[in-house]
């Protein structure tokens, strides 16, 4: 499940919602990144959503329905797992992904895919679905990812595509003013959270200041924060 969404206006503001059903996951806050792990059996706590201190934020949805063009193929690629991972570690660059996502050189997992809407400090926007190509997006006045794929929209029924949350989304962003900032985008997130497929972590990067801002479980009064060090 999930949303992802990122507005330019005065302030550079990423916001995303983690719905997970029946898996652990934790924010780690630290001075160069603020990311959520999820703990998988095969390779324990995984760092895959969050913000680091060069601007960028890496997200993460489940693309529905699967489409089996995302399954490794035993050619030379790399697991977009990974590439985010190393993005938001800092071990890669917003350049050299969207070279990686140019090339095609981008798989998911076998029986599921997995797409990315990644940022950098300047607002720009990738969004990779592996399998069906990339969209690069030069400082967009918003840009919103949820769990359908970009490439085929409405064509593929599922039911946990997301569509009315995309459209909520959207309208709210469309309706934002020039000054739109953390508080507002709490409140897009707050109308997109679920409960079926729960809403675990909600998070805010306000770019322009540095600084992450999140809750957990829907506690929309309980918002803490952490400034990270360029």
Same mark, same amino acid.
């Given at each position: 499940?999930?949303?992802?969404?990122?507005?330019?206006?005065?302030?550079t503001?990423?916001?995303?919602?983690?719905?997970?059903l029946?898996?652990?996951?934790?924010?780690?806050?630290? +001075?160069?990144?603020v990311?959520? /792990?999820?703990?998988?059996? !095969?390779?324990g706590?995984? =760092?895959l959503? %969050?913000?680091?201190?060069?601007?960028?934020?890496?997200?993460?949805?489940?693309?529905?329905p699967?489409?089996?063009?995302?399954d490794?193929?035993?050619?030379?690629?790399?697991?977009?797992?990974?590439?985010?991972?190393?993005?938001?570690?800092?071990?890669?660059?917003?350049?050299?992904?969207?070279?990686e996502a140019?090339?095609g050189?981008?798989?998911?997992?076998?029986?599921?895919t997995?797409?990315?809407?990644?940022?950098?400090g300047?607002g720009n926007?990738l969004?990779i679905?592996?399998?069906?190509?990339y969209?690069?997006?030069?400082?967009?006045?918003? +840009?919103?990812?949820?769990?359908f /794929?970009?490439?085929?929209g !409405?064509?593929?029924?599922? =039911?946990?595509? %997301?569509?009315?949350?995309?459209n909520?989304a959207?309208?709210?962003?469309?309706q934002?003013?020039?000054?739109?900032?953390v508080?507002?985008?709490?409140e897009i997130?707050?109308?997109?959270?679920?409960?079926?497929c729960?809403?675990?972590?909600?998070?805010?990067f306000d770019?322009?200041?540095?600084?992450?801002?999140?809750?957990?479980?829907?506690?929309?009064?309980?918002v803490?924060?952490k400034?990270?060090?360029?």
């Open positions: 499940m999930c949303t992802s969404l990122i507005s330019n206006r005065n302030k503001i990423v916001g995303w919602n983690l719905d997970l029946n898996m652990e996951c934790k924010v780690t806050a630290q +001075s160069e990144r990311y959520i /792990s999820v703990k998988t059996q !095969e390779e706590w995984l =760092p959503f %969050g913000a680091n201190n060069r601007g960028e934020f890496i997200a993460m949805p489940t693309c529905w699967h489409d089996g063009r995302s490794p193929s035993g050619e030379e690629s790399t697991s977009i797992i990974m590439l985010d991972i190393e993005l938001l570690l800092g071990r890669k660059t917003f350049e050299q992904v969207l070279i140019k090339a050189r981008v798989h998911s997992e076998k029986g599921i997995y797409q990315a809407q990644l940022s950098d300047k926007v969004q679905v592996p399998g069906q190509g969209i690069y997006k030069e400082k967009p006045l918003y +840009s919103v990812l949820i769990n /794929s970009p490439f085929k !409405e064509r593929e029924k599922h =039911p946990w595509m %997301g569509l009315d949350r995309y909520k959207v309208e709210m962003l469309e934002a003013d020039d000054d739109f900032d508080r507002d985008c709490f997130l707050k109308s997109t959270s679920q409960s079926v729960p809403t675990v972590v909600s998070m805010v770019v322009t200041e540095n600084t992450v801002y999140w809750c957990e479980n829907q506690r929309w009064d309980n803490v924060c400034r990270m060090e360029r």
